[in-house]
């Protein structure tokens, strides 16, 4: 079946430096491919997707290339902020009603 | 646009008592769905509606009823509660095929039941 996996968390930067927070996926067909953030006490929001192979979504500095090849769709910001500190979820959809969830990864960021 | 409403975003609840979580989407979505969020565990589907009409059950649907009755209300209700059913509960709508493709989830600010 469909499913999404990444990196577990805590993970705890300081501010301006570099994130990563690995995705990979497993699912038939030609999945769209998300990341969601949530914030404390939030619902989850889109961050970014990218729709078919090689495409790169990017929103608010942050960025991710859906990689056919490797079935990854990992996040990445090159200086991250206290104002990122989130819940990100990378997620996947086959084209229906149902969207697969990763686990979350918590992030931290210490001034 | 509102986008995805919740009400309430805090409830107490005792074991046995029932109540119905509230949700509605003004975007005219034709799918909608419930989640629960529990600590480590990520998002779990419950229930959910490919239009007017048509529910379906999701990976824990026991002890939780939907309907959708309208394209822009879907409520949750719990039967009798229970402590098991401690949770922050979001409800999410998409568009599916009515024009944007990608399947994107809008959310709502959630509800944050305990059940005692």
């Known amino acids: 079946g469909n499913s999404v996996t990444q990196m577990e968390g805590p993970v705890t930067l300081s501010e301006e430096a570099f994130l990563t927070i690995n995705c990979t996926y497993t699912?038939?067909?030609?999945?769209?491919l998300f990341w969601y953030v949530q914030y404390p006490g939030e619902g989850l929001q889109l961050l970014l997707k990218?729709?078919?192979?090689?495409d790169k979504g990017s929103n608010k500095g942050f960025e991710a290339t859906y990689r056919k090849e490797t079935t990854s769709f990992h996040l990445e910001k090159g200086s991250v902020q206290v104002s990122d500190s989130a819940v990100y979820f990378c997620?996947?959809?086959?084209?229906?009603?149902?969207?697969?969830f990763g686990a979350g990864t918590r992030l931290f960021v210490k001034a | 646009n509102a986008g995805v409403t919740q009400t309430p975003k805090f409830q107490v609840l005792k074991t046995g008592q029932s109540m119905t979580l509230q949700c509605a989407q003004d975007?005219?979505?034709?799918?909608m769905s419930w989640y629960r969020q529990d600590p480590g565990m990520g998002l779990r589907l419950i229930h959910y509606s490919v239009g007017a009409g048509i529910t379906d059950q999701g990976e824990v649907p026991n002890g939780y009823n939907v309907s959708r009755s309208t394209t822009e209300d879907f409520p949750l209700r719990l039967l009798s509660a229970a402590p098991s059913q401690t949770s922050v509960y979001f409800c999410?709508?998409?568009?599916?095929?009515?024009?944007?493709?990608?399947?994107?989830?809008?959310f709502g600010p959630g509800t944050r039941l305990t059940v005692t």
């Open positions: 990218a729709t078919k192979a090689d």
């Open positions: 975007m005219n979505h034709e799918y």
């Open positions: 997620a996947l959809n086959t084209g229906g009603f149902k969207t697969i």
């Open positions: 999410a709508s998409n568009p599916g095929t009515s024009g944007r493709g990608s399947y994107e989830q809008y």
């Open positions: 699912a038939t067909g030609y999945p769209s």
